[in-house]
Each structure stands twice: as structure tokens, then as C-alpha cells.
């Protein structure tokens, strides 16, 4: 028995060290070169499995470097690069580096001038020298020296970034999630490193995109199916008209112009990255911009109930309004994809829908038995007075007539 718990004992004390030593290598700093090599610094890089290793030697004003990508998979491509002129992916100078399907290692300059690039090789804009690449247990690095004579200067824009190879060239990279994210900033002289745009770790594009998320979903996704459900179930409570109205003519206009808010911010954002374009995202919502438009519109023309053509604007304005709720709902969870955030938000948002489809279950169910309640109960006044629907002559036998004040 005690010889057991000491087995016991010590298989958890080596799964522990294991676990141990595996989370401490995965830092920069403890990292030793298979050829020896050494550098002054080094960074761990927040997104990619990445991490920067460099020296920076000012009397000749030279940058080596060695880029690693851990946890990686032959079929892929990297790169690393400087930006001299700007944040992001256009007017990056990289280094790029893939196993070929012989095994053998490429690795070349390319400049990008912009997002439709395709890896070209071709010369930097600094010089480069020492150019190699290596590829063992999942892990690819580059090594390279580079001269920053050239106005590059000590604190700079950089990024690093993966993607797919076809054959033996690179394919675009995912536009989504940490592949938006692999930018930042980098003082070879103090050693010190952060993201782009600042101190806040988050850049002024991804404020935007978050904006235009949390607008869309607000507007579209919720506040829609909520004016639709007070539209079609608080009018069968008496108590509540007009109020259902007004209600409902509130909560869309202001669904409205919450929703058009998120869509310029979402154009303005499509517009500022010419090279990034999620089409089916992006179609949807324009379209679901022109039917909402042309939905505030017939709320202007809307005829009064007893008009011969207000079916056909009944069977108009329901018809966009669902269209509407679709589409916004659709193209939410598409949203979700792009811009991959943290799981409980999707999760928090699905929780919402299903909370209003119950509900708006529940109340369809109530409404029909309330209409053929109603139904019911004219029937057997028409049977007692044997003189029509209602006493008075009149034809009153709609359920919710007299209810809505022409507010249907």
C-alpha cells in the first residue's frame, strides 16, 4: 500500500514538472538555439505563437534578428516585417519563409505595398544580410540581419503574421481573430515592446470594429425582434392600445438609427482596409440597409386602415420587417466570425434571441387563443341576436377592430 502511494506519489510530481517546464518554455527568455546563437533581447509576442529574439549593435546601426513560430504546421507559411511608414500589413518590409513539399526551407524578402499582395519576392527597403531559415519540432525561425540606416530608427512598427500555402506559395492569410491582431511596436534600444496604437493595447480600428459589432447587434439583433413581438402581441391586451404603438414606432426608429450608426462605422471601416473585404458580410448589411430605409419610408405613406390598398402596405411592411429580422440576425453571427471575440459574447447574444423566440412563442400561442376565443363568442352572439356579428347592424367581427385605432 505505501509503496503504491509513493508510485502514485511520484507519477504526479513528474506530470506536474512536466506541465511545469512545458509553460516555462514557452517564454522567450529561457529559449536556447540549436547553432548557439545568442541575442541581447527578446520579446513574447502576444498573438501567433510567436516570438522575437534581436541585437541591436548602434555603432553599426544593425538589427539581428531571429523570429520563431512555435506549434506550427508544414502546410504554413510566416513572416515577419517592419513597417517603416506606417501601422499594419501595407508598406511592410518581410521576411517570408515556408517548407517547400521537397522538405527543403525557402526563404526571401518581399516587399508588401499592399493588402492584395501575394508574397512576391523582391528587395526591401534596408538592407538585409544572413537571410536563413529552419524548420524542427513544429517550430520555424528566421534569421536575419537588417541595416537601419535607411531612416528605419530604433523604434518601430512591426508585424508577424501566418497563413496557408498552396503547393509551394502562400495563400492569403485569415482576415479574423489573432491574424488582425499581429501588430505592434518595438524599441530595439530599451528592449521594451507593446501593440499598436498605444498604451491601451488596442488599436483605434479595432475600437471600431468593436463599436460597429455592439451597435449592429443592439439595433438589428435585439431591438428589431423586440419591436416585432410588441407589434404583434401587446395589441391583443385592450389595455394596452395605443401604447402598443408607440411603443412599437419607438423602438424600431430607434433601431434605425442605432443600426445606420453601426453601418457607416462598418463602411468606414471597409473603406480604410481596401485589402480586407468580407463580401457576404458586407453585402448583407447593405442590403439590409436599403430595406430598412425603404421600411421607414412607407411608415410615412402608410394609408388609413379603411383605405382599398392597405393590404397590400400590410403585406409590405410585414414582409420587410421579418426580412429585416433575418437578415439582421444572420448577419450578426457572421460579425461573430470576423471578428472572433471572446465566446461568452456569442454565447450571450444566442441566449437572447433564444429568450425572445421562446417569448414570441409563447404569445403566438396566446394570441390565438385569445382570437378564437373571440371568434367564439361572436359566433354565439350572432346565434342569440340572429342579426349579424353585433347588435347594432354594424360588421364588427375583426377581433382586434376597435382596438387599435387604425394602427394595425
Known sequence: MGLDLRMVSLCCIMVLTTMFLSTYAQTCSNYAFASNAVFSACNDLPVLN???????NPSSQTLAIAYRHTNFDSSKWVAWAINPTSQGMA???ALVAFQQS???MRVYTSPIKDYTTQLAEGKLSFPVSDLSATYSNNEIIIFATLGLQNGTGTTMNHVWQEGQLSGNAPTAHATSGDNIRSMGTLNVLSGQSGSAGGASGVSSKTKKRNIHGVLNAISWGIMMPLGAIIARYLRVFPSADPAWFYLHVTCQTS??????SGWATGIRLGSQSPGIQFTGHRVIGIILFCVATLQVIALLVRPKKEHKHRIFWNIYHHSLGYSIIILGIINIFKGFDILNPEKKWERAYTAIIVILAIVAATLEAYTWF?????????????????????TNGTNEHYPYRGMTNGRV
Open 50 to 56: 510567436s516570438f522575437l529574439h534581436y541585437t541591436y
Open 102 to 104: 521537397d522538405g527543403s
Open 91 to 93: 508598406g511592410s518590409q
Open 370 to 390: 385569445v382570437v378564437l376565443k373571440r371568434k367564439k363568442a361572436a359566433n354565439a352572439e350572432k346565434m342569440t341576436n340572429g342579426n349579424g356579428y353585433a
Open 255 to 260: 433601431a434605425y438609427i442605432i443600426g445606420v
